[in-house]
């Protein structure tokens, strides 16, 4: 099979793209030149393409490098920068994956002729009697299904992840047996565009939206404290706030953009018994029962009921989901779906 595999640099990317040469496959390295911006935590700085292309020479494999710069920045920069104007929380990580890792790159193998694309992702595919699902990597702490939710099964149809079944260690292992120079690489951040060297995430927005002071109060609207950019402050946030020494720690409840106002409350403040969500989308039909739905990267998966009016009911209150960030809906260790929180 030939098979285009992507190669961040990064050591996860790298034994993908050694195992597929391992099992016969005609593989081929690329990578994505995404942000040319100041970076110091992603995977799209010079000295990852080198990486890459070093890992690629040592293994034989041809490599390329596309620039898909123009298109990661109208579809993940942008629209990261504009839901945070209007109070947002996305996860930029998941558009990146859903326009162009599972989008553009693969329209891009498939008109080059390769069968598949590859990725280093911490997760596996399973074929079921009606086509594929995602499945939790091996490794628990480092699973990477939950940013994979949206993959339809065409894309599934056309890709392979091939260290699912590794644990983190065992990857690491195996790149020194091969005598790659990045077996003991950091993995990366998640946001490859916010380098914390310039202030990071507030830094980011503020010189894309400008500073946007606010008023910080408590539910009785009593003023207890401000911030710099209310663009920055996100449902559940603790720290930043500026509240001095509090009696009890105080969350962030609600965000007005317009009004310039920030709520916080007690932490048993942000718990709910629904959830609106937005955008639902489900591997392989809907799920009418019971689901786990997790609502961070690396959260619990908490049980629950999505239904059809768009809204998730958890069998116990929850912590409130910031909207814009995803939940994923679970069935053991199969993703069933997910959507934004809306």
Same mark, same amino acid.
């Given at each position: 099979?030939?098979?285009?595999?992507?190669?961040?640099?990064?050591?996860?990317?790298?034994?993908?793209?050694?195992?597929?040469?391992?099992?016969?496959?005609?593989?081929?390295?690329?990578?994505?030149?995404?942000?040319?911006?100041?970076?110091?935590?992603?995977?799209?700085?010079?000295?990852?393409?080198?990486?890459?292309?070093?890992?690629?020479?040592?293994?034989?494999?041809?490599?390329?490098?596309?620039?898909?710069?123009?298109?990661?920045?109208? $579809?993940?920069?942008?629209?990261?920068?504009?839901?945070?104007?209007?109070?947002?929380?996305?996860?930029?990580?998941?558009?990146?994956? $859903?326009?162009?890792?599972?989008?553009?790159?693969?329209?891009?193998?498939?008109?080059?002729?390769?069968?598949?694309?590859?990725?280093?992702?911490?997760?596996?595919?399973?074929?079921?009697?009606?086509?594929? $699902?995602?499945?939790?990597?091996?490794?628990?702490?480092?699973?990477?299904?939950?940013?994979?939710?949206?993959?339809?099964?065409?894309?599934?149809?056309?890709?392979?992840?091939?260290?699912?079944?590794?644990?983190?260690?065992?990857?690491?292992?195996?790149?020194?047996?091969?005598?790659?120079?990045?077996?003991?690489?950091?993995?990366?951040?998640?946001?490859?565009?916010?380098?914390?060297?310039?202030?990071?995430?507030?830094?980011?927005?503020?010189?894309?939206?400008?500073?946007?002071?606010?008023?910080?109060?408590?539910?009785?609207?009593?003023?207890?404290?401000?911030?710099?950019?209310?663009?920055?402050?996100?449902?559940?946030?603790?720290?930043?706030?500026?509240?001095?020494?509090?009696?009890?720690?105080?969350?962030?409840?609600?965000?007005?953009?317009?009004?310039?106002?920030?709520?916080?409350?007690?932490?048993?403040?942000?718990?709910?018994?629904?959830?609106?969500?937005?955008?639902?989308?489900?591997?392989?039909?809907?799920?009418?029962?019971?689901?786990?739905?997790?609502?961070?990267?690396?959260?619990?998966?908490?049980?629950?009921?999505?239904?059809?009016?768009? $809204?998730?009911?958890?069998?116990?209150?929850?912590?409130?989901?910031?909207?814009?960030?995803?939940?994923?809906?679970?069935?053991?260790?199969?993703?069933?779906?997910?959507?934004?929180?809306?």
């Amino acid at each position: 099979m030939r098979v285009l595999a992507a190669m961040s640099g990064g050591v996860d990317s790298s034994v993908a793209a050694a195992v597929l040469a391992e099992q016969g496959h005609e593989v081929v390295g690329v990578t994505l030149k995404l942000w040319g911006g100041e970076s110091d935590t992603g995977c799209c700085s010079v000295s990852d393409v080198q990486d890459a292309r070093r890992v690629a020479d040592l293994l034989g494999l041809e490599h390329h490098v596309f620039n898909f710069g123009d298109a990661f920045d109208q $579809r993940v920069v942008s629209p990261y920068v504009e839901d945070h104007a209007v109070g947002l929380t996305p996860n930029p990580c998941i558009e990146c994956n $859903r326009h162009i890792k599972f989008d553009k790159l693969t329209v891009r193998a498939e008109a080059l002729g390769f069968d598949a694309v590859a990725t280093g992702h911490h997760a596996r595919l399973e074929a079921t009697g009606s086509g594929f $699902r995602v499945r939790r990597g091996v490794d628990e702490a480092k699973d990477q299904s939950y940013v994979l939710y949206m993959l339809g099964q065409q894309q599934m149809a056309r890709l392979m992840l091939p260290i699912g079944h590794l644990t983190k260690a065992e990857v690491r292992e195996r790149a020194a047996g091969l005598g790659l120079r990045n077996s003991a690489k950091p993995d990366s951040q998640d946001v490859c565009f916010i380098a914390n060297r310039a202030g990071g995430r507030q830094g980011f927005l503020s010189r894309r939206l400008g500073e946007s002071p606010a008023t910080v109060v408590d539910a009785d609207g009593t003023e207890l404290g401000a911030v710099e950019i209310v663009q920055a402050v996100t449902i559940g946030q603790r720290r930043g706030l500026n509240l001095g020494g509090a009696d009890e720690p105080r969350y962030v409840t609600g965000v007005d953009i317009a009004a310039g106002r920030v709520t916080v409350g007690r932490r048993e403040d942000l718990y709910t018994p629904t959830q609106d969500v937005k955008g639902i989308q489900w591997a392989d039909g809907a799920v009418n029962g019971p689901v786990d739905i997790q609502a961070s990267a690396h959260g619990t998966p908490a049980p629950g009921v999505v239904d059809q009016a768009g $809204r998730v009911n958890w069998a116990e209150p929850q912590r409130r989901v910031a909207p814009g960030q995803a939940l994923v809906f679970y069935q053991g260790d199969l993703v069933a779906g997910g959507a934004v929180a809306a």
